[in-house]
């Protein structure tokens, strides 16, 4: 979802938390019929997230694999101190969600670091340290106490809304907890 006009709208500081969706899965990734294994009619999920996602103004291709999405979320963190969390947070959600790549991948990773303004050798250097791991880990015991079990889940005050919705579900996610 894209964050900024929800910070026009309603003046709100917005961070982001990782959840760690599927963090078994291994780096070469797994087809989503593997992953799902008859559980979700994918054809149908797909193309429920390909209107919501045309519904919030966001590109989405033809997906039929996940990646491994920890050293994407360490890197982002490093990202977020660096000034550009947010261009990196879509440049990933781009790579994953329409291009299909991999983004468990080093290589790839310090692409679209460079991508957004971000020296690939310092983010090739920072994932190679596990420098933001503490953050990622202290993020996934966040949301396991707090029983997020699906992404994105946006949380405001006390109440949460799951999964893509429509821009408006956010907006009176927003207005109901400050009324």
């Keep these: ?19 760690p969706l599927h963090p078994e899965t291994a780096e070469e990734g797994q087809t989503l019929e593997d992953l799902f294994a008859g559980s979700y009619d994918i054809e149908a999920m797909m193309q429920r997230c390909k209107q919501v996602a045309t519904e919030l103004d966001l590109p989405f291709g033809e997906r039929n694999h996940t990646y491994n999405s920890r050293r994407a979320q360490e890197l982002g963190k490093w990202a977020e101190e660096q000034g550009v969390g947010e261009a ?14 991999n983004i468990a991948l080093p290589d790839k990773l ?70």
């Design 110 to 179: 310090a692409e679209i670091a460079e991508s957004v303004g971000l020296d690939p050798d310092v983010a090739l250097l920072t994932l190679d340290k596990k420098r933001y791991a503490a953050q990622v880990d202290d993020d996934w015991k966040r949301a396991k106490q707090i029983g997020i079990s699906s992404i994105p889940t946006i949380v405001y005050q006390q109440h949460a809304l799951v999964g893509f919705q429509p821009y408006a579900h956010y907006r009176r996610l927003i207005d109901s907890a400050t009324s």
């Design 88 to 101: 990196f947070h879509m440049a990933i959600y781009r790579a994953y969600y329409v291009d299909g790549c």
């Design 1 to 19: 979802m894209r964050t900024d006009k929800l910070r026009k709208e309603f003046d709100l500081d917005i961070r982001w938390s990782v959840f």
